[in-house]
Each structure stands twice: as structure tokens, then as C-alpha cells.
């Protein structure tokens, strides 16, 4: 079984900044794309930042510019840097993880969430 820890959220006021980080943990082979969503209140879960194994990253055009993901195959972590935060920054952020439990099995993992309050 594979875990996903996030840790970093919290209150902020507009234009402050947050990390928020995600470890892997468990029978992990290999992980391939590791993300970040996020659920407004009263939305859908919505695609922050991905980043494939080999480093290449996608954002959401609502947070270019300003959100930049990374990771670290070696601690099988990932990132996220918040700066220029808005009041529509606010959710529940979730990490997700695509990992190879061996050369045949693949699946998908989600974390539990973390809050993330900006104040206006």
C-alpha cells in the first residue's frame, strides 16, 4: 500500500505565500506524475500543477506565474510554492501520486488534503 502526507497549509493573508509539501510512503517501485488539485467550496476538484517524472510541468492558467511545483525523486516528495495568493487560492488541496507498485501494477493515490485559507 502507498500513503501520500501532505503538510504546509494554513491561514494567509492576499499576497502572502505557502509551501505545501507531499511525501510517498509504502511499496513504491516508482512514481510517475505527481500532482497537486484543489476542491473550492461548493466546486469540483480542480488540476493546480503536475510534474512528470523526468520534470516537465503543467499549471492551471489561473495560477502561471505565480504557483511553481517540484519534486524530489530521491525523498519521493513534492511541492508546491504559493506566492501572490488570493482569496480564489482557498480550498482543499489534495496531492496525488500515479506510482508503479512493480513492472505490472500501476495505480493512483491520493492524499487527504490540506486546507488552505487567504484572507482578503
Known amino acids: 500500500q502507498v500513503q501520500l502526507v501532505e503538510s504546509g497549509g494554513g491561514l494567509v493573508q492576499a499576497g502572502g505565500s505557502l509551501r505545501l509539501s507531499c511525501a510517498a510512503s509504502g511499496s513504491i517501485f516508482s512514481i510517475n506524475t505527481m500532482g497537486w488539485y484543489r476542491q473550492p467550496p461548493g466546486k469540483q476538484r480542480e488540476l493546480v500543477a503536475a510534474?512528470?517524472?523526468?520534470?516537465?510541468?503543467n499549471y492551471a492558467d489561473s495560477v502561471k506565474g505565480r504557483f511553481t511545483i517540484s519534486r524530489d525523486n530521491a525523498k519521493n516528495t513534492v511541492y508546491l510554492q504559493m506566492n501572490s495568493l488570493k482569496p480564489e487560492d482557498t480550498a482543499v488541496y489534495y496531492c496525488?501520486?500515479?506510482?508503479?507498485?512493480?513492472?505490472?501494477?500501476?495505480?493512483?493515490?491520493w492524499g487527504q488534503g490540506t486546507q488552505v485559507t487567504v484572507s482578503s
Open positions: 510534474i512528470s517524472s523526468g520534470g516537465s510541468t
Open positions: 496525488n501520486a500515479d506510482v508503479s507498485l512493480s513492472w505490472f501494477s500501476r495505480n493512483d493515490y
